[in-house]
């Protein structure tokens, strides 16, 4: 007798039944100590005053593009090259989500003048344009994707924009210069109704958004991510139990400010680099000014 075998797509659902089960597992069990460290501090304080500054790109367009690009956050490439070449040259070291993980959870130390240079939403105007620049003066960032959106073309409010491949990611992190993680799978879109899925999903579809992310990084190839950011910043009651509950080390809002051993390990801050920041005002935000204002 001929033995049965499973079909492609019925192991596929099976294996994303198994990932969801055992998040939703892992949610169950979760101690009232590990949620306690999420919506609080770190509890490994620091005394040594050392600070992460974590810089937020979007989209890099090139300075013949930036009067018609309608991306509020859309930074020209001589910007991005110039605030680049000014961390390379001012001693700043640019680190990893790893690296910034073992500092933060593991008393791991990190590098002077650490920086963690991250791109939100994975256009691929990253590999065309920000990765170059990246790569010729040996810099690290993070990549924060969502995973719906790789390969395809957002014509949205009148933009041309495309998002990145997964060949391009793979070629960008097998360099080693780029890490990636989520930005969730799915919950960059408005609701139905105009809300923030992560406000107002309950934990049940936050794990699966959160497996679902999980299975697609395992498909390409990619290590498992270790840090989400949270699209526009926001992670809600059920949302967030899910994610601290959830195998990821960090979370990530939008909320101005420097990491350090006290942030809260689930709603770290982030500077946005938006255009038409000049450099005088980039090296404030760099640095570590505890009297910027941002």
Known sequence: ??????????????????????????????????????????????????????????????????????????????????????????GYSTISVQQLAGWLLD???????????????????????????????????????????TCHHNVEAGEDLWYLSWSQIRDMVQTGHIDVQSHTFAAHLHTEDGKI????????????DIARMEELLRMHALPSALAIAYPWGVCGGGAFEAVVCSSLLLGFGVEPGRVTRDSPQYMLPRLIIF?????SRFARIVSDDTQFCW
């Open 1 to 90: 007798m001929r033995e049965a075998v499973m079909p492609d797509t019925t192991r596929k659902t099976v294996v994303s039944v198994l990932i969801i089960t055992f998040v939703l597992l892992g949610i169950l069990v979760c101690s009232a100590e590990s949620r306690e460290s999420g919506l609080t501090h770190l509890a490994a304080a620091s005394t040594s005053g050392q600070s992460v500054t974590v810089l937020v790109y979007h989209h890099i367009v090139e300075d013949s593009e930036s009067g018609y690009i309608r991306n509020g956050t859309a930074v020209t490439l001589d910007e991005f090259r110039a605030q680049m070449a000014y961390i390379a040259s001012q």
């Open 107 to 149: 008393n791991e130390p990190l590098p002077p003048k650490p920086v963690l240079i991250t791109f939100d939403d994975g256009y691929d105007s990253v590999y065309r344009k920000a990765y170059p620049v990246l790569r010729e003066l040996g810099m690290q960032a993070t990549l924060f994707v969502v995973g719906s959106f």
């Open 197 to 208: 899925p992560y406000a107002v999903w309950g934990v049940h579809q936050v794990i699966q």
């Open 275 to 279: 255009p038409g920041t000049d450099l």
